[in-house]
Protein backbone atom coordinates (compact mmCIF):
# COMPACT_ATOMS: atom_id res chain seq x y z
CA UNK A 1 0.00 0.00 0.00
CA UNK A 2 2.29 2.96 -1.21
CA UNK A 3 1.20 6.67 -1.64
CA UNK A 4 3.67 9.64 -2.77
CA UNK A 5 3.98 10.42 0.78
CA UNK A 6 4.95 7.14 1.99
CA UNK A 7 8.50 6.11 2.75
CA UNK A 8 7.75 2.11 3.66
CA UNK A 9 5.91 0.23 1.20
CA UNK A 10 2.96 -1.69 3.65
CA UNK A 11 1.68 -4.72 2.16
CA UNK A 12 -2.34 -4.51 1.29
CA UNK A 13 -2.27 -7.89 3.30
CA UNK A 14 -3.29 -9.81 6.84
CA UNK A 15 -0.99 -9.95 9.51
CA UNK A 16 -0.76 -13.44 9.55
CA UNK A 17 -0.19 -13.23 5.92
CA UNK A 18 3.16 -11.30 6.93
CA UNK A 19 4.01 -13.84 9.71
CA UNK A 20 3.75 -16.59 7.19
CA UNK A 21 5.79 -14.79 5.17
CA UNK A 22 8.85 -14.91 7.72
CA UNK A 23 8.35 -18.54 8.37
CA UNK A 24 9.25 -19.23 4.45
CA UNK A 25 12.10 -16.95 4.90
CA UNK A 26 13.12 -18.17 8.66
CA UNK A 27 11.97 -21.77 8.59
CA UNK A 28 14.76 -23.19 10.88
CA UNK A 29 14.80 -20.04 12.85
CA UNK A 30 13.53 -19.62 16.70
CA UNK A 31 9.82 -18.44 16.68
CA UNK A 32 9.37 -18.62 20.07
CA UNK A 33 10.82 -20.43 23.40
CA UNK A 34 8.30 -20.90 26.43
CA UNK A 35 9.61 -22.63 29.73
CA UNK A 36 12.97 -23.65 27.26
CA UNK A 37 10.80 -25.28 24.92
CA UNK A 38 11.30 -24.11 21.39
CA UNK A 39 9.91 -24.23 18.34
CA UNK A 40 11.13 -22.91 15.07
CA UNK A 41 9.20 -20.72 12.28
CA UNK A 42 8.45 -23.64 10.55
CA UNK A 43 6.27 -24.92 13.14
CA UNK A 44 4.89 -21.80 14.25
CA UNK A 45 3.62 -21.63 10.87
CA UNK A 46 2.11 -25.22 10.95
CA UNK A 47 0.86 -24.76 14.74
CA UNK A 48 -1.12 -21.43 13.37
CA UNK A 49 -2.61 -23.11 9.80
CA UNK A 50 -3.71 -26.66 11.93
CA UNK A 51 -5.44 -24.01 14.56
CA UNK A 52 -7.21 -22.19 11.79
CA UNK A 53 -8.57 -25.69 10.65
CA UNK A 54 -10.51 -26.20 13.73
CA UNK A 55 -11.26 -22.71 13.81
CA UNK A 56 -13.39 -23.65 10.03
CA UNK A 57 -14.49 -26.39 12.10
CA UNK A 58 -16.29 -24.65 14.93
CA UNK A 59 -18.11 -22.72 12.36
CA UNK A 60 -15.86 -19.62 13.03
CA UNK A 61 -14.74 -17.62 10.13
CA UNK A 62 -14.36 -14.12 8.49
CA UNK A 63 -16.02 -11.40 10.50
CA UNK A 64 -16.90 -13.54 13.64
CA UNK A 65 -14.94 -11.86 16.77
CA UNK A 66 -13.21 -14.46 19.07
CA UNK A 67 -12.52 -13.23 22.78
CA UNK A 68 -8.93 -14.39 24.14
CA UNK A 69 -8.54 -13.75 27.28
CA UNK A 70 -4.51 -15.48 27.71
CA UNK A 71 -1.41 -14.23 28.88
CA UNK A 72 1.89 -14.62 27.06
CA UNK A 73 1.79 -18.80 26.20
CA UNK A 74 1.89 -20.34 22.88
CA UNK A 75 -1.81 -21.25 22.45
CA UNK A 76 -2.34 -17.19 22.51
CA UNK A 77 0.10 -16.27 19.90
CA UNK A 78 -0.99 -19.13 17.99
CA UNK A 79 -4.78 -18.39 18.20
CA UNK A 80 -4.09 -14.91 17.72
CA UNK A 81 -2.78 -15.19 13.78
CA UNK A 82 -4.94 -18.52 13.25
CA UNK A 83 -8.34 -16.29 14.12
CA UNK A 84 -6.35 -13.85 11.59
CA UNK A 85 -5.95 -16.32 8.88
CA UNK A 86 -9.65 -17.39 8.67
CA UNK A 87 -10.56 -13.88 8.60
CA UNK A 88 -12.01 -13.30 12.07
CA UNK A 89 -11.60 -10.64 14.98
CA UNK A 90 -9.79 -11.07 17.71
CA UNK A 91 -11.20 -10.04 20.86
CA UNK A 92 -7.96 -9.05 23.41
CA UNK A 93 -9.50 -9.11 27.28
CA UNK A 94 -6.91 -9.13 30.15
CA UNK A 95 -7.57 -12.50 32.52
CA UNK A 96 -7.57 -10.73 35.87
CA UNK A 97 -10.95 -9.00 34.21
CA UNK A 98 -14.01 -8.99 36.64
CA UNK A 99 -16.35 -11.33 35.48
CA UNK A 100 -18.75 -8.22 34.99
CA UNK A 101 -16.32 -6.64 32.47
CA UNK A 102 -15.82 -9.81 30.99
CA UNK A 103 -19.79 -9.85 30.38
CA UNK A 104 -19.47 -6.52 28.75
CA UNK A 105 -16.68 -7.30 26.33
CA UNK A 106 -17.98 -10.28 25.44
CA UNK A 107 -21.59 -8.59 24.32
CA UNK A 108 -19.90 -5.46 23.31
CA UNK A 109 -17.71 -7.38 21.21
CA UNK A 110 -20.43 -9.98 19.62
CA UNK A 111 -17.79 -12.53 19.88
CA UNK A 112 -19.14 -15.50 19.08
CA UNK A 113 -16.24 -17.90 21.07
CA UNK A 114 -13.80 -17.03 23.57
CA UNK A 115 -10.96 -18.81 24.97
CA UNK A 116 -9.31 -18.75 28.40
CA UNK A 117 -7.25 -20.40 31.18
CA UNK A 118 -9.02 -23.11 33.36
CA UNK A 119 -8.27 -20.99 36.30
CA UNK A 120 -10.71 -18.09 34.60
CA UNK A 121 -13.40 -20.34 33.78
CA UNK A 122 -16.13 -19.64 36.73
CA UNK A 123 -15.92 -15.81 35.61
CA UNK A 124 -16.69 -16.97 32.12
CA UNK A 125 -19.33 -19.51 33.12
CA UNK A 126 -21.12 -17.43 35.23
CA UNK A 127 -21.74 -14.96 32.37
CA UNK A 128 -22.10 -17.21 29.47
CA UNK A 129 -25.91 -17.34 29.36
CA UNK A 130 -26.26 -13.54 28.95
CA UNK A 131 -23.92 -13.57 25.92
CA UNK A 132 -23.69 -15.18 22.24
CA UNK A 133 -20.69 -16.93 22.60
CA UNK A 134 -21.76 -20.73 21.41
CA UNK A 135 -17.90 -22.13 21.78
CA UNK A 136 -15.89 -21.77 24.62
CA UNK A 137 -12.21 -23.14 24.67
CA UNK A 138 -10.29 -24.12 27.86
CA UNK A 139 -6.70 -24.19 28.03
CA UNK A 140 -3.99 -25.31 30.44
CA UNK A 141 -0.90 -23.01 30.74
CA UNK A 142 0.90 -26.25 30.37
CA UNK A 143 -0.73 -26.99 26.60
CA UNK A 144 1.62 -25.17 25.48
CA UNK A 145 4.92 -27.31 26.18
CA UNK A 146 5.67 -30.80 25.42
CA UNK A 147 7.03 -34.24 26.96
CA UNK A 148 8.37 -34.14 30.40
CA UNK A 149 8.33 -30.27 30.63
CA UNK A 150 4.23 -30.34 30.48
CA UNK A 151 4.46 -33.77 32.55
CA UNK A 152 5.83 -31.27 35.06
CA UNK A 153 2.49 -29.14 35.41
CA UNK A 154 -0.18 -30.97 37.45
CA UNK A 155 -3.32 -30.58 35.46
CA UNK A 156 -7.22 -29.33 35.99
CA UNK A 157 -10.22 -29.93 34.49
CA UNK A 158 -10.05 -32.45 31.80
CA UNK A 159 -12.74 -34.02 29.81
CA UNK A 160 -16.43 -34.22 30.67
CA UNK A 161 -17.56 -30.31 30.45
CA UNK A 162 -21.31 -30.07 31.66
CA UNK A 163 -21.59 -27.33 29.36
CA UNK A 164 -22.12 -28.36 25.20
CA UNK A 165 -20.08 -24.73 24.70
CA UNK A 166 -16.75 -25.96 26.43
CA UNK A 167 -14.52 -27.66 24.97
CA UNK A 168 -10.21 -28.30 25.79
CA UNK A 169 -8.00 -26.49 23.70
CA UNK A 170 -6.01 -30.11 22.74
CA UNK A 171 -9.95 -31.31 21.84
CA UNK A 172 -10.77 -28.26 19.84
CA UNK A 173 -7.36 -28.47 17.92
CA UNK A 174 -8.06 -32.19 17.06
CA UNK A 175 -11.46 -31.19 15.62
CA UNK A 176 -9.67 -29.62 12.75
CA UNK A 177 -6.89 -32.60 12.28
CA UNK A 178 -8.98 -33.92 9.65
CA UNK A 179 -9.58 -31.46 7.57
CA UNK A 180 -7.40 -30.75 4.39
CA UNK A 181 -5.29 -27.35 3.45
CA UNK A 182 -6.11 -24.72 6.31
CA UNK A 183 -8.87 -22.48 5.26
CA UNK A 184 -7.17 -18.96 3.95
CA UNK A 185 -9.77 -15.56 3.81
CA UNK A 186 -7.05 -13.09 2.46
CA UNK A 187 -7.32 -10.11 4.40
CA UNK A 188 -6.81 -6.85 3.16
CA UNK A 189 -5.21 -3.70 5.00
CA UNK A 190 -7.91 -2.14 5.74
CA UNK A 191 -10.23 -5.11 7.34
CA UNK A 192 -10.53 -5.25 11.22
CA UNK A 193 -8.11 -7.56 12.52
CA UNK A 194 -8.34 -6.89 16.81
CA UNK A 195 -10.32 -5.08 19.13
CA UNK A 196 -8.50 -3.74 22.24
CA UNK A 197 -9.88 -1.59 24.99
CA UNK A 198 -9.48 1.77 26.49
CA UNK A 199 -11.33 4.60 27.43
CA UNK A 200 -11.44 6.93 24.82
CA UNK A 201 -12.67 10.50 24.80
CA UNK A 202 -14.81 9.50 28.08
CA UNK A 203 -13.09 7.14 29.92
CA UNK A 204 -15.86 4.77 29.69
CA UNK A 205 -14.37 1.12 28.43
CA UNK A 206 -14.48 1.57 24.24
CA UNK A 207 -13.45 -1.25 21.94
CA UNK A 208 -10.64 0.33 19.63
CA UNK A 209 -10.66 -1.47 16.36
CA UNK A 210 -7.54 -1.90 14.72
CA UNK A 211 -6.47 -3.30 11.19
CA UNK A 212 -4.06 -5.62 9.18
CA UNK A 213 -2.54 -2.07 8.13
CA UNK A 214 -2.43 -0.89 11.32
CA UNK A 215 -0.20 -3.63 13.59
CA UNK A 216 1.66 -4.23 10.04
CA UNK A 217 2.59 -0.88 9.71
CA UNK A 218 3.66 -0.55 13.06
CA UNK A 219 5.60 -3.50 12.83
CA UNK A 220 7.55 -2.35 9.23
CA UNK A 221 8.12 1.39 11.26
CA UNK A 222 9.03 -0.13 14.50
CA UNK A 223 11.91 -2.09 12.65
CA UNK A 224 12.91 1.41 10.81
CA UNK A 225 12.75 3.58 13.90
CA UNK A 226 14.41 0.97 15.78
CA UNK A 227 17.73 0.34 13.86
CA UNK A 228 18.16 -2.41 15.51
CA UNK A 229 16.04 -5.50 14.72
CA UNK A 230 18.32 -8.17 13.36
CA UNK A 231 16.76 -11.75 12.64
CA UNK A 232 17.79 -14.44 15.02
CA UNK A 233 18.30 -12.15 17.94
CA UNK A 234 15.73 -12.76 21.45
CA UNK A 235 13.30 -10.48 22.54
CA UNK A 236 11.95 -10.85 26.28
CA UNK A 237 8.07 -10.40 25.98
CA UNK A 238 7.27 -9.35 29.34
CA UNK A 239 4.96 -7.25 28.32
CA UNK A 240 1.38 -9.00 28.13
CA UNK A 241 -0.27 -9.88 24.44
CA UNK A 242 -3.68 -8.17 25.65
CA UNK A 243 -1.95 -4.69 25.84
CA UNK A 244 -1.04 -2.93 22.76
CA UNK A 245 2.31 -1.99 23.69
CA UNK A 246 3.42 -6.11 24.20
CA UNK A 247 1.01 -7.38 21.56
CA UNK A 248 2.42 -4.86 18.89
CA UNK A 249 5.99 -4.57 19.34
CA UNK A 250 7.16 -7.65 21.30
CA UNK A 251 4.53 -9.89 19.36
CA UNK A 252 3.67 -8.68 15.86
CA UNK A 253 6.84 -7.11 15.14
CA UNK A 254 8.90 -9.19 16.52
CA UNK A 255 7.00 -12.36 14.16
CA UNK A 256 7.07 -9.89 10.78
CA UNK A 257 10.78 -9.63 11.77
CA UNK A 258 12.14 -13.09 12.30
CA UNK A 259 13.08 -12.50 16.13
CA UNK A 260 13.27 -14.97 18.91
CA UNK A 261 10.37 -14.33 21.08
CA UNK A 262 10.85 -15.25 24.35
CA UNK A 263 6.67 -15.43 25.99
CA UNK A 264 6.71 -14.98 29.66
CA UNK A 265 3.24 -15.85 31.20
CA UNK A 266 3.30 -14.13 34.34
CA UNK A 267 6.55 -11.44 35.49
CA UNK A 268 7.48 -11.38 38.79
CA UNK A 269 10.49 -9.16 40.37
CA UNK A 270 12.04 -12.42 41.56
CA UNK A 271 12.00 -14.11 38.23
CA UNK A 272 13.28 -11.03 36.23
CA UNK A 273 16.86 -11.12 36.76
CA UNK A 274 16.71 -14.84 35.82
CA UNK A 275 15.32 -14.14 32.53
CA UNK A 276 17.84 -11.97 31.27
CA UNK A 277 20.53 -14.54 32.84
CA UNK A 278 19.70 -17.38 31.07
CA UNK A 279 18.60 -15.53 28.09
CA UNK A 280 20.77 -12.83 27.63
CA UNK A 281 18.18 -11.37 25.02
CA UNK A 282 19.19 -8.61 22.56
CA UNK A 283 15.51 -6.35 23.03
CA UNK A 284 13.71 -5.60 26.08
CA UNK A 285 10.59 -3.62 25.77
CA UNK A 286 8.89 -2.16 29.30
CA UNK A 287 6.82 0.39 31.20
CA UNK A 288 8.72 2.75 33.63
CA UNK A 289 7.42 0.42 36.59
CA UNK A 290 9.53 -2.44 34.81
CA UNK A 291 12.64 -0.18 34.78
CA UNK A 292 12.11 0.20 38.07
CA UNK A 293 12.28 -3.50 39.12
CA UNK A 294 15.16 -3.98 36.86
CA UNK A 295 17.02 -1.48 39.72
CA UNK A 296 15.90 -2.78 42.46
CA UNK A 297 16.06 -7.12 42.01
CA UNK A 298 18.07 -9.35 43.40
CA UNK A 299 20.67 -10.97 41.85
CA UNK A 300 21.46 -8.28 39.49
CA UNK A 301 24.86 -7.36 40.26
CA UNK A 302 26.27 -9.88 37.99
CA UNK A 303 24.01 -9.72 35.01
CA UNK A 304 25.76 -9.52 31.43
CA UNK A 305 23.61 -7.05 29.76
CA UNK A 306 26.26 -6.51 26.72
CA UNK A 307 23.85 -8.06 23.98
CA UNK A 308 21.38 -5.56 24.44
CA UNK A 309 20.97 -3.28 21.47
CA UNK A 310 17.12 -2.31 21.85
CA UNK A 311 15.92 -0.61 25.46
CA UNK A 312 12.50 0.48 25.25
CA UNK A 313 10.07 2.20 27.25
CA UNK A 314 6.12 3.45 27.30
CA UNK A 315 3.31 3.17 28.45
CA UNK A 316 3.86 6.43 30.60
CA UNK A 317 6.26 9.20 31.07
CA UNK A 318 9.98 8.23 31.72
CA UNK A 319 11.35 10.82 34.29
CA UNK A 320 14.77 11.91 33.52
CA UNK A 321 16.09 10.77 36.96
CA UNK A 322 14.85 7.06 35.83
CA UNK A 323 16.75 7.13 32.49
CA UNK A 324 19.78 8.37 34.08
CA UNK A 325 19.95 5.40 36.73
CA UNK A 326 18.93 2.75 34.18
CA UNK A 327 20.87 3.92 31.41
CA UNK A 328 24.12 3.77 34.19
CA UNK A 329 22.76 0.58 35.60
CA UNK A 330 23.06 -0.98 31.92
CA UNK A 331 26.35 0.51 31.53
CA UNK A 332 27.96 -1.43 34.46
CA UNK A 333 26.74 -4.41 33.18
CA UNK A 334 28.34 -4.12 29.61
CA UNK A 335 25.41 -2.29 27.58
CA UNK A 336 26.24 -0.11 25.08
CA UNK A 337 22.82 0.93 24.48
CA UNK A 338 20.74 3.68 26.07
CA UNK A 339 17.12 3.17 27.25
CA UNK A 340 14.56 4.59 24.56
CA UNK A 341 11.41 6.32 25.43
CA UNK A 342 8.79 6.20 23.16
CA UNK A 343 5.09 7.39 23.18
CA UNK A 344 2.15 6.43 21.78
CA UNK A 345 -1.82 5.12 22.87
CA UNK A 346 -3.94 2.18 22.11
CA UNK A 347 -6.04 4.12 19.25
CA UNK A 348 -2.89 3.77 17.29
CA UNK A 349 -1.90 0.14 18.64
CA UNK A 350 0.81 1.80 20.43
CA UNK A 351 4.48 3.85 19.92
CA UNK A 352 3.96 6.16 17.19
CA UNK A 353 7.11 8.16 17.88
CA UNK A 354 10.90 6.93 19.72
CA UNK A 355 13.80 8.72 20.90
CA UNK A 356 16.78 7.82 18.40
CA UNK A 357 19.13 5.24 19.15
CA UNK A 358 22.10 7.55 20.03
CA UNK A 359 20.58 10.93 20.42
CA UNK A 360 18.40 11.94 23.88
CA UNK A 361 16.77 15.61 24.66
CA UNK A 362 15.77 15.42 28.27
CA UNK A 363 12.67 15.74 28.54
CA UNK A 364 11.60 14.42 24.85
CA UNK A 365 9.55 11.48 23.88
CA UNK A 366 11.50 11.40 20.25
CA UNK A 367 10.68 11.82 16.76
CA UNK A 368 7.61 10.56 15.09
CA UNK A 369 7.78 7.42 13.11
CA UNK A 370 8.22 7.02 9.65
CA UNK A 371 5.12 7.97 7.56
CA UNK A 372 3.63 9.12 11.10
CA UNK A 373 2.48 12.62 11.33
CA UNK A 374 2.48 14.88 14.32
CA UNK A 375 0.92 18.54 15.18
CA UNK A 376 0.43 20.23 17.81
CA UNK A 377 -3.07 22.16 17.86
CA UNK A 378 -5.41 24.32 20.33
CA UNK A 379 -7.05 21.93 22.16
CA UNK A 380 -10.77 21.42 21.13
CA UNK A 381 -9.81 22.70 17.74
CA UNK A 382 -7.48 22.40 14.04
CA UNK A 383 -5.98 25.02 14.78
CA UNK A 384 -2.21 24.48 14.33
CA UNK A 385 0.24 26.13 17.05
CA UNK A 386 3.73 27.00 16.33
CA UNK A 387 7.01 25.30 17.79
CA UNK A 388 7.35 25.29 21.07
CA UNK A 389 3.42 26.24 22.27
CA UNK A 390 1.83 24.28 24.13
CA UNK A 391 -1.36 22.56 23.00
CA UNK A 392 -2.84 19.22 21.93
CA UNK A 393 -0.98 16.25 20.52
CA UNK A 394 -2.89 15.00 17.42
CA UNK A 395 -1.46 12.35 15.36
CA UNK A 396 -2.12 11.08 12.15
CA UNK A 397 -0.21 8.06 9.61
CA UNK A 398 -1.40 4.10 8.74
CA UNK A 399 -1.51 2.83 12.52
CA UNK A 400 -4.02 5.44 13.42
CA UNK A 401 -7.58 2.76 14.38
CA UNK A 402 -10.73 2.60 12.12
CA UNK A 403 -12.11 3.93 14.80
CA UNK A 404 -14.34 2.77 18.55
CA UNK A 405 -16.41 0.07 18.06
CA UNK A 406 -20.07 0.57 17.92
CA UNK A 407 -19.80 4.14 18.86
CA UNK A 408 -19.85 6.67 16.22
CA UNK A 409 -20.11 9.69 18.28
CA UNK A 410 -17.15 8.47 20.75
CA UNK A 411 -15.26 7.72 17.19
CA UNK A 412 -16.01 11.13 15.52
CA UNK A 413 -14.72 13.10 18.72
CA UNK A 414 -10.80 11.43 18.20
CA UNK A 415 -10.87 10.83 14.70
CA UNK A 416 -11.11 14.39 13.03
CA UNK A 417 -10.45 15.56 9.11
CA UNK A 418 -8.84 18.73 9.43
CA UNK A 419 -8.25 21.51 6.56
CA UNK A 420 -5.17 19.65 5.08
CA UNK A 421 -7.65 16.69 4.02
CA UNK A 422 -5.89 14.58 6.60
CA UNK A 423 -7.82 12.44 9.26
CA UNK A 424 -5.63 13.20 12.98
CA UNK A 425 -6.46 11.13 15.90
CA UNK A 426 -6.76 13.83 18.56
CA UNK A 427 -5.08 11.98 21.75
CA UNK A 428 -6.35 14.05 24.21
CA UNK A 429 -2.99 14.70 25.64
CA UNK A 430 -0.78 18.07 25.70
CA UNK A 431 3.06 18.09 24.66
CA UNK A 432 4.89 20.18 22.33
CA UNK A 433 7.21 19.71 19.30
CA UNK A 434 10.39 21.81 18.70
CA UNK A 435 11.95 23.10 15.49
CA UNK A 436 13.76 19.49 14.96
CA UNK A 437 10.62 17.45 15.53
CA UNK A 438 11.22 16.20 18.81
CA UNK A 439 7.84 15.68 20.80
CA UNK A 440 7.85 16.36 24.22
CA UNK A 441 4.47 15.44 26.18
CA UNK A 442 3.82 17.51 29.42
CA UNK A 443 0.59 15.98 31.04
CA UNK A 444 -3.11 14.34 29.87
CA UNK A 445 -6.63 16.19 29.09
CA UNK A 446 -8.38 13.30 30.57
CA UNK A 447 -8.49 12.29 33.79
CA UNK A 448 -6.40 9.16 33.43
CA UNK A 449 -4.38 6.98 35.88
CA UNK A 450 -1.26 5.20 34.73
CA UNK A 451 -0.27 2.24 36.81
CA UNK A 452 2.23 -0.20 36.08
CA UNK A 453 1.85 0.59 32.20
CA UNK A 454 -2.01 0.26 32.72
CA UNK A 455 -4.61 3.13 31.78
CA UNK A 456 -7.35 3.10 34.91
CA UNK A 457 -10.48 5.87 34.28
CA UNK A 458 -11.52 7.37 37.60
CA UNK A 459 -15.07 7.61 36.61
CA UNK A 460 -15.43 3.99 36.21
CA UNK A 461 -14.06 2.98 39.39
CA UNK A 462 -16.59 5.72 40.53
CA UNK A 463 -19.31 4.66 39.08
CA UNK A 464 -18.85 1.16 39.97
CA UNK A 465 -18.98 2.32 43.95
CA UNK A 466 -21.50 4.27 43.36
CA UNK A 467 -23.42 1.26 42.82
CA UNK A 468 -22.60 0.00 46.17
CA UNK A 469 -25.57 0.65 49.21
CA UNK A 470 -22.80 1.53 51.75
CA UNK A 471 -21.04 4.80 49.60
CA UNK A 472 -23.47 8.06 49.16
CA UNK A 473 -20.25 9.58 47.20
CA UNK A 474 -16.99 8.95 46.08
CA UNK A 475 -13.96 10.16 44.40
CA UNK A 476 -11.22 8.22 42.91
CA UNK A 477 -7.93 9.87 42.44
CA UNK A 478 -4.19 8.26 41.28
CA UNK A 479 -1.34 8.57 44.51
CA UNK A 480 2.20 9.01 43.57
CA UNK A 481 3.68 5.34 43.84
CA UNK A 482 7.46 4.53 43.59
CA UNK A 483 7.23 1.64 42.22
CA UNK A 484 4.02 1.68 39.68
CA UNK A 485 4.52 5.52 39.00
CA UNK A 486 0.39 5.78 40.22
CA UNK A 487 -1.74 3.65 42.05
CA UNK A 488 -5.99 4.17 42.54
CA UNK A 489 -6.93 5.38 45.98
CA UNK A 490 -10.75 5.92 46.69
CA UNK A 491 -12.80 8.71 49.27
CA UNK A 492 -15.67 7.41 50.28
CA UNK A 493 -18.54 9.09 51.84
CA UNK A 494 -20.40 6.71 53.51
CA UNK A 495 -24.40 6.39 52.50
CA UNK A 496 -26.69 7.21 56.05
CA UNK A 497 -26.93 4.12 57.99
CA UNK A 498 -23.31 2.97 57.74
CA UNK A 499 -20.37 3.43 60.06
CA UNK A 500 -16.96 4.15 58.60
CA UNK A 501 -15.85 0.97 60.09
CA UNK A 502 -13.51 -2.24 58.48
CA UNK A 503 -16.21 -4.33 57.77
CA UNK A 504 -17.59 -1.81 55.56
CA UNK A 505 -14.09 -1.31 53.52
CA UNK A 506 -13.92 -4.57 53.15
CA UNK A 507 -17.66 -5.19 52.13
CA UNK A 508 -16.55 -2.76 49.21
CA UNK A 509 -13.04 -4.23 48.48
CA UNK A 510 -15.35 -7.38 48.06
CA UNK A 511 -17.76 -5.57 46.26
CA UNK A 512 -15.14 -3.92 43.42
CA UNK A 513 -13.07 -7.61 42.95
CA UNK A 514 -16.79 -8.50 41.64
CA UNK A 515 -16.83 -5.55 39.33
CA UNK A 516 -13.24 -4.23 38.39
CA UNK A 517 -10.19 -5.81 36.73
CA UNK A 518 -7.70 -6.47 39.51
CA UNK A 519 -4.79 -3.88 38.29
CA UNK A 520 -8.12 -1.14 38.73
CA UNK A 521 -9.02 -1.60 42.51
CA UNK A 522 -8.59 0.96 44.87
CA UNK A 523 -4.93 -0.34 46.56
CA UNK A 524 -6.80 2.06 49.61
CA UNK A 525 -10.20 3.45 50.77
CA UNK A 526 -10.28 6.76 52.78
CA UNK A 527 -13.65 7.81 54.35
CA UNK A 528 -14.49 11.67 54.58
CA UNK A 529 -17.01 13.10 56.40
CA UNK A 530 -17.25 15.20 53.00
CA UNK A 531 -15.43 15.54 49.88
CA UNK A 532 -13.77 19.08 48.79
CA UNK A 533 -16.29 20.89 45.93
CA UNK A 534 -15.34 23.69 43.16
CA UNK A 535 -16.65 26.85 43.14
CA UNK A 536 -19.65 25.16 40.58
CA UNK A 537 -20.45 22.35 43.21
CA UNK A 538 -18.43 19.14 41.27
CA UNK A 539 -16.17 17.05 43.15
CA UNK A 540 -12.38 18.83 43.13
CA UNK A 541 -10.27 15.81 43.07
CA UNK A 542 -7.65 18.27 42.05
CA UNK A 543 -7.78 19.15 45.81
CA UNK A 544 -7.02 15.81 46.98
CA UNK A 545 -4.32 15.07 44.76
CA UNK A 546 -2.82 18.00 46.08
CA UNK A 547 -3.76 16.45 49.85
CA UNK A 548 -1.91 13.21 49.06
CA UNK A 549 1.11 14.83 47.68
CA UNK A 550 1.53 17.00 50.29
CA UNK A 551 1.43 13.40 52.52
CA UNK A 552 4.73 12.11 50.33
CA UNK A 553 2.81 9.25 48.48
CA UNK A 554 3.14 6.01 49.38
CA UNK A 555 5.30 4.01 51.21
CA UNK A 556 7.62 1.03 49.83
CA UNK A 557 6.15 -1.54 53.02
CA UNK A 558 2.81 -0.44 51.55
CA UNK A 559 3.46 -2.26 48.07
CA UNK A 560 1.64 -5.17 47.85
CA UNK A 561 0.95 -6.44 44.64
CA UNK A 562 3.25 -7.56 41.86
CA UNK A 563 3.62 -5.81 38.38
Request: aromatic fraction near 8%.
Amino acid sequence: MKDERRTLDYPDCSMSELVLETAERYPDAEAYDFSGVKTTYRVFAEQIRQCARALTSAGIGSGDRVTLCLPNCPQAVILFYAVNLVGAVANMVHPLSAQEEIALYLNASGSVAAVTLDRFYPKFAAVLDRTGVSTMILTDIDDGLRGIKRAAYKLAHRRGFADPRVTHYRDFIRGGAGRGAAPYAPGRGDDVAAILYSGGTSGAPKGILLTNLNFNALAMQTAAAGACIVPGHVMLAILPIFHGFGLGVCIHTAFVSGVAVILVPQFSMRSYAGLLRRYKPHYIAGVPTLYEALLRMPGADELDMSRLEGVFSGGDSLSPELKRRVDAFLRERGASVQIREGYGLTECVTASCLTPRDVHREGSIGVPFPDTLYKIVTPGTDEHLPFGQIGEICISGPTVMKGYDGDPEETALALRTHGDGRVWLHTGDLGAMDADGYVYFRQRLKRMIISSGYSIYPSRIEDVLSRHAGVRSCCVIGVPDDFKMERPKAFIVPNDGFESTDALKADILAYCERNIAKYAIPYELEFRESLPLTLVGKTDYAALEREERARGGVKPAERERTI
